[in-house]
Nanobody
Framework: QAQLVESGGGLVQAGASLRLSCAAS????????MGWFRQAPGKEREFVAG???????YYADSVKGRFTVSRDNAKNTAYLEMNTLKPEDTAVYYC?????????????????WGQGTQVTVSS
């Protein structure tokens, strides 16, 4: 049974940094594209960043230049480094795994999801 577990969320002030982790088990992590999504209260889940098995990356315009996605296949873990956080980054952050070519930006296109981790940025 595949499982994704996010960690690293928390409450920080604007301008601070956080690093989220997504630990995978029960799947061949190295062949999956990993995506990060977020969902703020009252809003739809939105794409944040993705990384392919060959470490190609893609970012939403809202986080480009501030967030960095990476992966460590030896540890079966994906990361989202978030810098210069803003109050509008406040959301529950989810990681997702997809075993098909390309980085998918729509939530319905992924095979597995984590339970999410809360990120709150105060002004």
């Amino acid at each position: 049974q595949a499982q994704l577990v996010e960690s690293g969320g928390g409450l920080v002030q604007a301008g601070a940094s956080l690093r989220l982790s997504c630990a995978a088990s029960g799947l061949t992590f190295s062949i999956y594209t990993m995506g990060w999504f977020r969902q703020a209260p009252g809003k739809e889940r939105e794409f944040v960043a993705g990384i392919s098995p060959r470490r190609g990356t893609y970012y939403a315009d809202s986080v480009k230049g501030r967030f960095t996605v990476s992966r460590d296949n030896a540890k079966n873990t994906a990361y989202l480094e978030m810098n210069t956080l803003k109050p509008e980054d406040t959301a529950v952050y989810y990681c997702a795994a997809d075993n098909s070519p390309g980085i998918k930006t729509r939530p319905g296109q992924h095979d597995f999801w984590g339970q999410g981790t809360q990120v709150t940025v105060s002004s």
